[in-house]
């Protein structure tokens, strides 16, 4: 009798550690996909991103005569962040591609009938509209990250984390002081005074 | 934060049962004291009517106001879907997208409201269900980083199921007004003939019974009135901080407010129905610039000062934890 009730107590504690095991770990791998599926978004603006630029380069080309040389170097930056190779690789000519376009649109301002052209103000609204989701895909997926990181080292789910290898991701982060300093771009709509 | 925000998300959840059992209990009294006025005259107890048209009715208003309740309201505040070759719609289109993201949520449909004054609200059931409509009034007054702060305020309502829980409220306090309207008109109309029935031998229970009911009849309005505004106030920080949570920049939500502020002049195309959703009061009112308790009571948002101060002081927190 005493033989048949530590048994039950064992089976239903394992059951119940089992169901446990089996949620915990459900968690991780449902945070795992939500990481990887924030990863691709950032992909996917900067896609969007390669493909406006040379759009908007050569909207504005023929009124910005005198400044051929940064458009070159726009350009040059564009093309070098779709060839990158790896993740370290692409941050840093993304990270290049933000600080030569920040400066296009820096000049941009000192040209009034850009911002008049119908064409042009749309396309830098597309572009500085891709800027910032790229910038709001990257916090997004630099707090999933942070849960799925933070899921794997709290106990006592760490114990799941390490028998089923689960890896911390790394988070994305600004490199430098000069790409921190990249203004946000607000070119197109002003309030009506 | 992000896990402070999903606990917040999951205790909105909680909290949703909370007040729909409420409402429902609300619902089901008002129901049993018509049931007990009409047995209490001694004529046979067959199925308690009243109690099950009550909570049937409760139960349909909320179903529907689920399933069709963001288009009858988009509707009502004459919404349109954005034109794409204006300018400015096609900004605030693209805020809602940035927003979206931001979030990690879809993309919620987009609407402008035709009207002056700057306003805007969120509704629908849920992140998976969900509209945001702007006023042209909004559009026109505001920068591109304050119209921001606002569709990160609304697209807050949505991802903390505020726009769900809203919907249903407001739905639940309709049947209840209604119901109590139903009671009343019935207590006017019956009075006189049920007063016999009970001193012919319906007993001293028969008339407590009656008398709780009609306070029920009388006070139940009024008490599903307090709750929905209780609520929606609650949310309305909430709301300010997740929204500066997803776009990293209190000020611009505080600039955009006191603009909103500035603009004393009521929002027309809005009904009153749906001024809980909208991010200020669209009546325009005084009321919702005093203090005090009847004032707190009666309000659909906190005082505007109020909510501009808290943006300010998260923005301070931010620049001072660098």
Not at chain 2, 103 to 130: H, M, Q
């Amino acid at each position: 009798m005493a033989i048949g009730g530590c048994l039950l107590v064992l089976v239903v504690g394992a059951i119940c550690a089992a169901m446990w095991g089996i949620w915990r770990y459900n968690n991780l791998i449902s945070l795992r996909n939500q990481v990887a599926n924030g990863w691709r978004q950032i992909d996917v603006q900067l896609k969007r991103r390669h493909d406006l630029i040379p759009n908007l380069v050569s909207a504005v080309r023929g009124e910005m005569q005198f400044e051929q040389d940064t458009l070159e170097k726009v350009i040059q930056a564009r093309n070098s962040a779709v060839a990158a190779r790896g993740v370290a690789d692409a941050a840093d000519k993304e990270g290049a591609l933000s600080q030569t376009l920040g400066r296009l649109f820096a000049l941009a301002e000192n040209y009034p009938n850009l911002k008049a052209n119908e064409n042009v103000r749309s396309l830098m609204e597309e572009v500085s509209s891709t800027e910032n989701r790229i910038g709001f895909a990257r916090q997004f997926y630099n707090d999933i990250a942070t849960r799925y990181n933070t899921a794997q080292q709290v106990f006592p789910d760490s114990f799941i984390a390490q028998t089923f290898k689960f890896q911390p991701v790394e988070l994305f982060e600004l490199k430098d002081d000069a790409e921190r300093a990249v203004p946000k771009v607000d070119l197109n709509i002003r309030p009506t005074p | 934060m992000p896990l402070n925000l999903y606990d917040q998300q999951k205790r909105n959840i909680a909290n949703t049962r909370v007040f729909i059992a409420g409402f429902v209990m609300l619902l089901a009294v008002l129901g049993l004291g018509a049931d007990g006025v009409l047995y209490a005259g001694g004529a046979s107890p067959g199925l308690p009517i009243a109690t099950l048209g009550a909570l049937c009715l409760g139960g349909f208003s909320a179903w529907w106001s689920l399933h069709g309740g963001d288009q009858a309201v988009l509707e009502s505040a004459h919404a349109r879907p954005l034109d794409p070759s204006d300018p400015r719609e096609r900004a605030l289109d693209n805020v809602v997208e940035e927003m979206a993201i931001a979030g990690g949520l879809p993309k919620p449909a987009v609407f402008v409201i035709p009207d002056s004054d700057p306003n805007a609200f969120a509704t629908g059931s849920g992140p998976e269900r969900s509209s945001i409509a702007v006023t042209r009034g909004l559009l026109e007054r505001l920068s591109r980083e304050e119209l921001q702060g606002v569709v990160s305020h609304e697209m807050s309502h949505v991802r903390n199921y505020d726009v769900r829980l809203m919907t249903v409220v407001a739905a639940l306090a309709g049947a209840i007004l209604l119901l109590s309207d139903w009671g009343r008109r019935g207590l006017a109309f019956g009075g006189g003939g049920r007063r016999r029935d009970s001193d012919r031998g319906g007993g001293g229970v028969a008339v407590l019974f009656a008398a709780v009911w009609i306070v029920a009849v009388v006070l139940s309005p009024i008490i599903a009135q307090i709750v929905s505004l209780a609520v929606s106030r609650q949310r309305e920080y909430l709301a300010d901080a997740t929204g500066a949570e997803l776009t990293r920049n209190p000020l611009a939500l505080a600039s955009a407010l006191e603009k909103i502020a500035a603009a004393v002049e009521p929002t027309p195309s809005i009904k009153q129905g749906i001024a809980h959703l909208c991010i200020e009061d669209p009546r325009g009112r005084v009321i919702e610039q005093k203090r005090g308790l009847i004032a707190d009571l009666f309000a659909t948002h906190p005082p505007i000062e109020d909510r501009i101060a808290k943006l300010r002081e998260m923005a301070y927190q931010v620049t001072a934890g660098r």
